[in-house]
């Protein structure tokens, strides 16, 4: 497999990409989410890559692999006031290999609702969002488990997030999303072995509430002792470091 991947990734197909976002008014972004390189303030961000180069994985099919090795980055938007319905514009840039000419595309976030009230069914700007929104809200479901410092809050936040993905998963049939809840699964056999008790009610851990909003500001990489999936941290009794926690997967605005 390493010798077939490599053969691809000695070919680039574009050199110098430039990404950047700029939020539309009555938006200011939050977190991001997937890449350090992203550097951004309250209105605008921006990425630089040196290259990427092609994959040999197509499709999902074919065990290469849980999405062939991709990634993805979520850029957090909160609506304050004077909104018009522009959410955000994102332009990418690059340059082909062999050519000093750029090529660029600027694209327009549109969300004609009310950003402030949660639509009756979820919101996505195309039907490939539909991947994605998953992704990203698996992804909030497994930081409030593993950022919280009792094993009774972390197991109440793989038990809803592991809920609400399943029935997602019941229309969608992802395998990615299938093997997360695999790996759920997993997490929580393990903390199972560090207590005795049972998963505690959401409303009583600490600060659960808006699994969108970020619970540590600290780089995801930083090391912590207290967290329940770290070997030396304690088993419980230490104070809860959730900040949200995943009760489902909201029907939230995702653009």
């Known amino acids: 497999m390493f010798t077939e991947e490599l053969d691809y990734f ?19 972004f939050g977190e991001v989410v997937g890449s350090h390189l992203w550097s951004a303030g309250a ?16 499709s999902q099919g074919g065990g290469q692999g849980r999405r062939g090795g991709g990634s993805m980055i979520f850029l957090h938007l909160t609506p304050t006031t004077g909104n018009t319905g522009r959410v955000a514009d994102v ?11 750029r090529v660029s595309q600027t694209v ?20 490939e969002m539909a991947e994605r929104y998953a992704m990203y809200n698996m992804f909030l479901g497994l930081r409030a ?13 793989l038990d809803a997030t592991r809920a609400a993905a399943t029935d997602w998963n019941r229309s ?14 997993q997490y929580r056999a393990n903390l199972q072995t560090r207590t005795s008790g049972e998963p505690r009610p959401v409303g009583e851990c600490s600060a659960a509430g808006d699994p969108y909003e970020p619970v540590d500001p600290r780089p995801i990489d930083d090391v912590r002792t207290d967290y329940v999936c770290s070997a030396g941290g304690a088993a419980g009794g230490l104070p809860i470091a959730l900040a949200a926690l995943v009760a489902s997967l909201r029907r939230r605005r995702r653009v």
Do not use: K, W
């Open 10 to 28: 000695m070919q680039p197909i574009a050199l110098d990409i430039q990404l950047q976002a700029t939020a539309g008014p009555g938006y200011q």
């Open 172 to 185: 969608h049939e992802d395998p990615d999303l299938a093997a997360d809840l695999t790996l759920v699964d």
């Open 91 to 101: 332009t990418l840039s690059f340059r082909t290999p062999g050519s000093a000419e």
């Open 43 to 58: 209105r605008s961000g921006t990425m630089q890559i040196p290259a990427v180069f092609v994959a040999s994985r197509t």
């Open 145 to 157: 488990a593993t950022q919280a410092s009792d094993p009774g809050c972390a197991m109440a936040a």
């Open 108 to 127: 327009s976030l549109n969300y004609a609702s009310d950003p402030m009230e949660t639509p009756a069914q979820t919101y996505l700007s195309a039907p």
